[in-house]
């Protein structure tokens, strides 16, 4: 009997949940046969045509190419919680349901702390769950005989940086909103970042005690940011709460529960383990303890835990009581030993069938990254936007906006708004005044945004983390050009931005006469690399002597296509003819540029 492959058209580009889609297999099995191939990849992040065949071909499939992807499927994919995405391929009557998990996001001082720590406590002194709660990252409490799960580092920075690493752990947010205070910047921060991960928002209205609360005012703007109290016929639950007095702490309990059961969240308890780490640290007398909440499948003591290049079989396992248990079931957070490192909150885990087996994904996964290269899941840039739109992979652009006055924000929203038509769509994330800000990186990287920025730059914080997560930072401070920017890139018009940037400085040593040829520099190369391919200046006394392109590069006679730090080589720049020990040759090539 021969057995005939199953066909499946891939595109140009791909997610990985959306090649595993395609297969109708595991999204961590893909992620594994990806890790096979040497290739470490999220579940969000964009694979090539060439290497979606690979991992395809390996779990049994036979690839057509296609660049039109069916939108509709895609949009609608887009709009289900990100759990629903990973479970796509569980069979529904696998499915049972699982405890909600919250966040707490708002402003700073709002209360968020407060109110985990009185839900923690309270829960505790009914003694539905035992013993003193340690901090783990997350605790779990139950109300009505239904367990809620909270994680404990609140703040949408927490959130977001987690989302950018490919994880979504939150099913509902609580955004805590201090009744004297009202919408506050972070207020409105924490509602586009919840938004943006399309997680439902439970408004928990705090410190109703104080004589200075206000909740009506604070309710009116709330609902000028687009979450009106059910109460005025909107459909955002607005709990009044009191973390100091304990006072509507059923209420909010009850709401989450009533969000709860609207959302559903499930998962298959029968499923190999997988789920995000909430936090790890090294600690005295116990090694390595990771704080992991198992999102899918049901994780053992005894199981492998896989994490990145990490790995481990785990050798015992905590509740967030700091109580031994053997098994941890969806949605349960536990703090377990074992892991041979320390990985990152936001990293994604499953389970290998050994440590056999993890160290040897590991090894292939390690001798395949060349030394300092890193797979940065590289956000969308203006750029490269009517491509990706071409090929079916986004109609929409995401945009995250930043200006210094309210008054420049406004025209560039509403203009921004307009350029919105049948085929594209600008959606615009975040808009508020102020410097652009690491958090603003991290939505941007999250969301697969571009960031524009009005009279305003980024921090250098804000900047290394644009580097590192791939986001494009745009300034501007003419409106119109601005404007003029975005409307280019939907429509593909953006003329390339190249700049020249500089590969490697090297210092000249001494000088040859060569006949026929002329001179050629001997140099040591003091940073960076030299290229055949490279143009160069030649720099004496900081003065500019003379440019070309890079006619000859010789090491030990040898014709070479590039000399690293540390090595001497022989150059050759244009025509020059005139060299001195102790001139500088800068090499520089011209590359593609943010604009
Ligand atoms: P976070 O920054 O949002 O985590 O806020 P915290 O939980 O640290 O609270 C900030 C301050 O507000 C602390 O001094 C708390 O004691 C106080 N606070 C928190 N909740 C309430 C409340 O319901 N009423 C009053 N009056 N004060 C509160």
Known sequence: MTQTKTLIEIPDFLTVRELAQLMDASPIDVIKELMRNGIMANINQEIDFDTAAIVAEEMGF???????????????????????????????????????????????????????????????????????????????????????????????????????????????????????????????????????????????????????????????????????????????????????????????????????EDLNPCANPQAEASGTVLEARKEKGRGIMTTVLVQNGTLNQGDTLLVGKYYGRIKAMFDYTGKAVKKAAPSTPVS??????????????????????????????????????????????????????????????????????????????????????????????????????ESDVMLASASNAVILGFNVEPGVIARAAANSEGVEINSYNIIYKLIED??????????????????????????????????????????????RNAKARVIRDAQLVYEGDVTSLKHLQENVREVKTGFEFGVNVGSFNNYQAGDIIEFYVSQRVDR
């Open 62 to 260: 036979e690839i057509h190419s296609t660049a039109t992807v069916e939108e509709e499927d895609a949009e609608e994919d887009f709009d289900k919680p990100a759990w629903r995405q990973v479970l796509a391929d569980e069979k529904e009557k696998d499915l049972v349901s699982r405890p909600p998990v919250i966040t707490m996001l708002g402003h700073v001082d709002h209360g968020k702390t407060s109110l985990l720590d009185i839900i923690r406590s309270s829960s505790v002194q009914t003694g539905e769950v035992g013993g003193i709660t340690q901090h783990i990252g997350a605790y779990q409490v139950k109300y009505n005989g239904q367990i809620i799960t909270f994680l404990d580092t609140p703040g949408h920075e927490a959130f977001t940086a987690m989302r950018a690493r490919g994880a979504q752990a939150t099913d509902i947010a609580i955004l805590v909103v201090a009744a004297d205070d009202g919408v506050m910047p972070q207020t409105k921060e924490a509602i586009d970042h919840a938004k943006a991960a399309r997680v439902p928002i439970i408004v928990a209205l705090n410190k109703i005690d104080l004589p200075t609360a206000n909740p009506a005012r604070a309710m009116q703007q709330l609902s000028e940011h687009g979450l009106i109290p059910d109460e005025w016929e909107g459909d955002t639950m607005i709990i009044q709460v009191s973390a100091k007095e304990n006072l509507g702490m059923d209420d909010l309990l009850e709401a989450i529960l009533l969000v709860a």
């Open 336 to 437: 377990v030993a074992g892991l041979n490192g320390i990985p990152q909150a936001g990293d994604q885990f499953t389970t290998a069938k050994s440590e056999k087996e993890a160290r040897k994904l590991v090894a292939n996964l390690e001798a395949d990254k060349r030394p300092g290269e890193t797979i940065a899941d590289k956000a969308v840039t203006l750029d490269d936007f009517f491509a990706q739109l071409q090929e079916g992979n986004s109609k929409t652009l995401n945009l995250v906006i930043k200006a210094d006055v309210q008054g420049s924000l406004e025209p560039i929203i509403n203009s921004l708004e307009n350029l919105t038509n049948d085929e594209v769509a600008v959606e615009i994330m975040h808009a508020a005044t102020g410097n652009i800000t």
């Open 486 to 531: 975005v409307d280019k890139a939907l429509k593909g018009l953006l003329d390339p931005v190249y700049a020249d940037v500089v590969t490697g400085r090297a210092e000249v040593r001494q000088v040859f006469r060569i006949r026929n040829v002329g001179q050629i520099a001997g140099c040591y190369m003091r940073a960076g690399e030299a290229r």
